[in-house]
Nanobody
């Protein structure tokens, strides 16, 4: 059974930084992992994904956020500098098995088989 546990969320002011972590237990397959976020009243949005040497970013965070993965520790990270109020959302870690991630499919929430419970990020102006 796969268990994904996010941590690192919190409340910061505009321009602040946070680093999210996702500890993956029971992850016996090697496949794509990603961060999604969902703000109240909005659809779940792909923030960043990673599959082996391939990394992907949503347009709103490209050039700001950095996704990385420590395979030895089975932990996924999201470094978030220069935060803005529009980044406020619940952030979720997700993993998928079977189909790899590519630029045209990494951001589809329905393709992911395992999800964490989420960690809240709030950015105040």
């Amino acid at each position: 059974q796969v268990q994904l546990v996010e941590s690192g969320g919190g409340s910061v002011q505009t321009g602040g930084s946070l680093r999210l972590s996702c500890a993956a237990a029971g992850l016996t397959y090697t496949s794509c992992m990603a961060w999604f976020r969902q703000a109240p009243g909005k659809e779940r949005e792909g923030v960043a994904g990673i599959d082996g040497g391939r990394v992907f970013y949503g347009d709103s965070v490209k050039g700001r956020f950095t996704i990385s993965k420590d395979n030895a520790q089975n932990t996924l990270y999201l470094q978030m500098p220069r935060l803005i109020p529009e980044d406020t959302a619940m952030y979720y870690c997700a993993a998928r098995r079977g189909v790899g991630c590519y630029s045209w499919n990494w951001g589809r929430p329905s393709d992911y088989t395992d999800w964490g419970q989420g960690t809240q990020v709030t950015v105040s102006s």
